[in-house]
Structures are given as C-alpha cells and as structure tokens.
C-alpha cells in the first residue's frame, strides 16, 4: 500500500500536521513510540487538545492510522519528525528522542525519500546530527534522500492562525531539498518560504520566540520599577501602542510558559556558548527577568496583604487560571507553579480556579478547582489573576473578591485591585 506521509511523534506538532495532510488527501501514517497514545488514536481518542476526538475520527475515517510498528515506516515518501526536544539541567536541549526518532527512520530509509526534522533544536543540528546517523546507511543526502528541516509553528488556541494558513518555513541540505521539501507543504499549506539552508531555517524560529522572550522581559523589567515609582505601565502601554510604527505591545504577567518561550531561546544560548565561548546575553538575562516573575508575584500578594494588615501566614489566597496561556488547558511550564510554590512556602494556603484544569499539582499539592468561584471570590483574603481566560469577568471578579492582584490587566481599577 502505497503512504505519502509518517509523522513522527503525535502530541502537540505532529497530529495537527498528521490533520492537515490527510486532509488534503494525502494517505498518513502517525508513528509513536508510546503505545497507548497510539492505541487511543486508534480508538478515535486524542491526547492533545487540538485535533479533538472528533477531529482524529474524522482522521480515521479519512484513512489515518498510527502505529507503533516501525515496519509501517518502509513505504511513506515523506517522513517528518515532530518529537519533543526539553532542556536538559544545563539547558542544553536533549536530543535523545530526536536521535531515537532519526534511528528509527535510518531503518527505513531509502533513495528517494524526504526526511524532514520539525522538532525545535540548535542551529546546525540536522546537518550535524541528523544527516551522519541517516548517511550510516551508505545513502548520502541530497544525492540519494532528501533531507530538510522545517520549524513547527503551531500556537495552541489560535482560532485565526493554524498550520495551514501560517507561512512555512523550509531550509534544505541542498537546493533541490529545499524544492522537495516545498513541494511537500505546498499541498496543505498556503505559504512556503524557502530558506537558504537548514541552518537559517532552525535558526529562524530561534529567532521568533527569543524576540517575544526579551520583549515580555522587558516590559516585566519595567512592571518593578514602574510600581515603585507609581506609574501605571499598563497605560503606558496603551499609550505607546497609539504609536503607529515602531512599536509593538507587549504585555507584563507572572512568568513565561508554554513549550516555546521559556525554552527556545536557551537552544541559542547554549549553543553561542558552546560553539563560541561567550554568553547571548540579551537571553540570559531575559531568562533571569522572566524566571523570578512568579516570585515576584508572591512578593507583591504579600505585601498587599500587609498593607491591609493582613499576615499571608495562613491567608487563603485564590489563583485564578493556571494554564500558561489563555482559553487552553495546556499547563506545559505554566508559571502558576512557581507562584503557588512560593506562596505556600510563605504560609499561605493556595486554592485555585480554572475552567480548564479540574485538578491541578505543584510539587507535592494536588488540588481540585474550586466548584463555586463566587463563593471562592469572597472567601479568600486575596485573589491573584493568573491567566486572562474569557470566562474571567474582570467587573465581577473586581465587585465579588476581598481584595485582587491581577497580572494580566482584565479587571477594572479600585480601591481593592492592583495591577501587577
């Protein structure tokens, strides 16, 4: 039977690609090492948000099926690999699902076959890493395979921008990669631009979320001395985004989350220094600013109680969201963790509302959402914003709680609000 497309690594990346192709009815195959994510794909059940149970039926219908067999690897035309890529503890990234994955296509590679590597990494890594494992195979790249390496760029809850309307990347080992490589995603997405090389093409989405990294430093740099000089920084902003070049709002909140932010950039520090022996320090110390958000988050809960003479030893403080990004129950790095760590080491007892997370851990807390959020609201000393989810009434929440911090600026501001 004839295959056009493998996805390697169904999560967050590869199903919505795995989504797109069929769609546009290309025969896919999804490959993963983790056999009940495989055996609940099979059963019409998706472990992501995005596809949806509907959508993967929808998939299998259409003829998808995804396997743990990496015989079911020997006949596709195109292989892309979407595997995880975490930092490892000096935040380097751990390549070893990507050379695990890569192993597994070397098995069944053959001439004539476009391997493309979507997972996020280092600049230089698929020609440095990806392109000798496959070429033990005595196939050399861009002569007998083609080979490419092509960002992911999904955002999880977009509903304006997705996989196929969202400009595609592409770098190839060679020019004639590029062109195979282009060819492919040409057929489910709209746009396509060609890189010079695979190196250009990793380094691009380095590029992208170090830029948001440094900018949410920023303006959380300037959320601290904003406060202690009593400038409002959200009026600021709106302010300065009057301004109809030159600038582009960003916004402050306790932390940074998600799979990308926090940890991209740090790809492309680590490597300077690797490869070059000194720091990117626009990263590093955006890392710095962002990292200790969520303490400073439990610093100012703190002290607001204080200035109502009230202790936060024993305080019931309410967090409202935990997800790291809003209308999405994704909690990946959330920086929820990080304030409610530090609020329980400072004596407070933490409960917390999200629409999305029914039970939430942090360390060794597992917690249930509150059942009652206006209950919760005039019960707790102080109620901590942590995620703008539409669900949140920024009135009502403002009318109903003791007294608010809010990080995200969706309340009005009283007497009994403070914006971070």
């Not at 490892?88 to 597994?104: N, Y």
């Not at 000798?132 to 921008?161: C, K, M, W, Y």
């Not at 990946?332 to 530090?342: I, K, Q």
Request: hydrophobic letters at 40%; aromatic letters at 6%; one cysteine or more.
């Amino acid at each position: 039977m004839s295959v056009d497309l493998a996805v390697i690594g169904l999560g967050y990346v590869g199903l919505p690609l795995a989504r797109a192709a069929i769609r546009e009815g290309l025969s896919v195959v999804g490959f993963d090492v983790n056999e009940t994510v495989v055996r609940d794909l099979n059963d019409g059940r998706s472990q992501v948000e995005d596809p949806t149970d509907s959508d993967v039926q929808d998939m299998l219908a259409m003829g998808f099926r995804a396997t743990a067999d990496e015989r079911d690897l020997a006949d596709p035309e195109v292989i892309v690999v979407c595997v995880p890529t975490p930092l490892t503890e000096d935040a380097g990234p751990d390549l070893r699902a990507v050379r695990a994955a890569i192993g597994t296509v070397a098995r069944s590679l053959r001439p004539g076959m476009l391997v493309v590597l979507e997972s996020t990494t280092y600049p230089g890594t698929t020609d440095e890493v990806i392109r000798p494992l496959l070429e033990q195979t005595g196939l050399v790249a861009g002569h007998d395979f083609n080979l490419a390496f092509s960002p992911e760029r999904i955002d999880p809850g977009n509903s304006t921008f997705g996989l196929h309307n969202t400009p595609k990347v592409v770098g190839g080992h060679t020019s004639a990669c590029t062109d195979r490589a282009a060819a492919f995603y040409e057929q489910f997405v709209d746009t396509v631009v060609t890189a010079r090389g695979t190196r250009e093409a990793e380094t691009a989405k380095l590029l992208e979320n170090t830029y948001r990294h440094v900018n949410i430093a920023l303006v959380n740099e300037m959320t601290r001395f904003c406060h202690e000089l009593g400038i409002d920084l959200w009026d600021v902003i709106r302010l300065a985004a009057t301004k109809p070049f030159g600038f582009q709002p960003f916004y402050p909140g306790p932390g940074v989350g998600g799979h990308c932010i926090p940890i991209d950039p740090n790809y492309l520090s680590h490597n300077v220094r690797a490869k070059l022996g000194y720091p990117f320090r626009f990263v590093e110390l955006a890392q710095e600013i962002n990292a200790t958000m969520p303490d400073y988050v439990a610093r100012r809960a703190q002290n607001l109680l204080n200035d109502h003479d009230r202790a936060i030893k024993r305080a019931t403080v309410l967090l409202l969201g935990v997800t790291y990004k809003s209308d999405i129950a994704d909690q990946r790095e959330s920086p929820a963790v990080g304030v409610a760590r530090r609020l329980e080491a400072l004596g407070a007892t933490v409960r917390y509302h999200d629409p999305y997370v029914p039970t939430w851990s942090f360390g060794d807390e597992t917690l249930t959402c509150v059942d009652d959020l206006d209950t919760a609201l005039q019960a707790a000393e102080l109620t901590v914003v942590l995620q703008a989810h539409s669900d949140y009434d920024g009135e009502m929440i403002a009318a109903k709680a003791i007294r608010v911090l809010d990080t995200r600026g969706i309340t009005p501001r009283s007497p009994t609000v403070e914006h971070l």
